[in-house]
């Protein structure tokens, strides 16, 4: 049982936009920036959203992020094929001394 | 560029000991701390802890004191992971990650898959 939590599964047709929520708490998400990450299949994570909106160079802004409260959300718009990824959240924790992952969300490009 | 390189595959035995190793480039290696993340098959991320590379201390996350081990040997920029009295459960692909501050891991490494099996 992850910290924060993600939705399993998120889907959508190319050029579509999807939503990934994270919800968290107030000693992670709610006292702390959220950062997000991709994971393209058989391959490392890669930091895509950092400090709850802004994205590394060479990110495209197809993908940006939003923290309000003790949540947090990524959005994909114009979906591509190449998107198919699983995605995760991740803040520091307070309570826990520590960085949280979400549970991660399985993006399907139907 | 910056890159983690880490070290190839292991096969272990349960109860054995293996040191993952994660060789830094592209940066001043004791600028930023070294997170490690843990990923078993079909699973999801879950953070072991990180070293500060500057003064070597270490932090775990709960659940991963005792046999995980965090060292640096700064001289060739790289970080270590040794985990003791491995069990099966432990088998997992194990990542590095450069730590530009509070859960923000700006570059990983290719991982390492650990398998512990009899």
């Known amino acids: 049982q992850s910290v924060l939590v993600q939705p399993p599964s998120a889907s959508g047709t190319p050029g579509q936009r999807v939503t990934v929520s994270c919800s968290g708490g107030?000693?992670?998400?709610?006292?702390?920036?959220v950062n997000w990450y991709q994971q393209l299949p058989g391959t490392a994570p890669k930091l895509l959203i950092y400090t709850n909106n802004q994205r590394p160079a060479g990110v495209p802004d197809r993908f940006s992020g939003s923290k309000s409260g003790t949540s947090a959300s990524l959005a994909i718009s114009g979906l591509q094929s190449e998107d198919e990824a699983d995605y995760y959240c991740?803040?520091?924790?307070?309570?826990?001394?520590?960085?949280?992952f979400g549970g991660g969300t399985k993006l399907t490009v139907l | 560029q910056v890159q983690l390189v880490q070290s190839g595959p292991e096969l272990k035995k349960p109860g054995a000991s293996v040191k993952v190793s994660c060789r830094a480039s592209g940066y001043p290696f004791t600028t930023y701390a070294v997170n490690w993340v843990r990923q078993a098959p079909g699973q999801g991320l879950e953070w072991i802890g990180f070293i500060n590379t500057k003064t070597g201390k270490p932090t775990f996350a709960q659940g991963f004191t005792g046999r995980f081990v965090f060292s640096l040997d700064t001289s060739v920029n790289t970080a270590y992971l040794q985990i003791n009295s491995l069990k099966a459960e432990d088998t997992a692909i194990y990542y590095c990650?450069?730590?530009?501050?509070?859960?923000?891991?700006?570059?990983w490494g290719q991982g390492t898959l650990v398998t512990v099996s009899s």
């Open positions: 990650a450069r730590d530009h501050g509070v859960a923000r891991l700006d570059n």
């Open positions: 107030g000693s992670n998400i709610g006292s702390n920036n």
């Open positions: 991740a803040a520091w924790d307070d309570g826990l001394n520590g960085v949280v």
